[in-house]
């Protein structure tokens, strides 16, 4: 199956839209997954579900021209970050209804064991995340895979093409980088 979809993938980022429709059926059981691993650092009152952020990628996937992914393990981290960006963006207009609201900050490590995290603090999270881009993105494409992703060690250096030595180090002073942002 696996020689399927990375076959699908090239289609796909050759063009075919078509190669994306024969894909999701092949994928969609990891993508629920992953979208209910999403889901697990959400609050419970949250009106968006596991199904619908499913169908809402894929209609953002959908939309992507010449998307350039070789392999599964790829893909699954280029689904991870649209899924990070649909509920910030979601987060983003529930906050703008809700202005006036007490704000709480969270720290990275706090985030990490909190199973419900506030509109407010995924915003701050994602705007400690853009500061990191900013002086490493790579680094920030690691927490995407982990935090986000939810993939091991092992997989996201596979993802990244880097050993598992680095993802850990790097990991440990990406967490270190968000704290100090979230604090500030």
């Known amino acids: 199956m696996d020689k399927e979809i990375t076959e699908l993938l090239r289609q796909w980022g050759a063009g075919d839209h078509e190669a ?27 009106t968006l579900q596991p199904t619908a952020l499913v169908n809402e990628l894929y209609l953002r996937l959908s939309s992507q021209m010449k ?3 070789v392999n599964r393990a790829q893909f699954f981290a280029f689904a991870s970050r649209l899924m ?21 900050r969270v720290t990275f490590e706090d985030a990490l064991g909190i199973p419900a995290i506030r509109d407010a603090e995924i ?14 993105p790579d680094m920030c494409r690691l927490v995407e895979l982990r935090f986000f992703g939810g993939l091991t060690v092992p997989e996201t250096a596979e993802v990244l093409g880097t050993s598992t030595a680095t993802v850990k180090r790097e990991w440990a002073a990406a967490k270190a980088f968000l704290s100090r942002e979230l604090r500030e």
């Open 20 to 46: 994306l429709s024969e894909m999701v059926p092949l994928v969609e059981a990891e993508l629920r997954r992953l979208a209910t691993f999403h889901f697990r650092k959400e609050s419970s009152d949250h």
């Open 67 to 69: 998307v350039q992914l």
């Open 84 to 104: 990070r960006r649909i509920l910030v963006d979601y987060h983003r207009a529930r906050q703008s209804s809700k202005r006036g609201r007490d704000q709480v």
């Open 123 to 136: 915003l701050e999270l994602d705007g400690a995340l853009e500061s990191l881009k900013k002086v490493d």
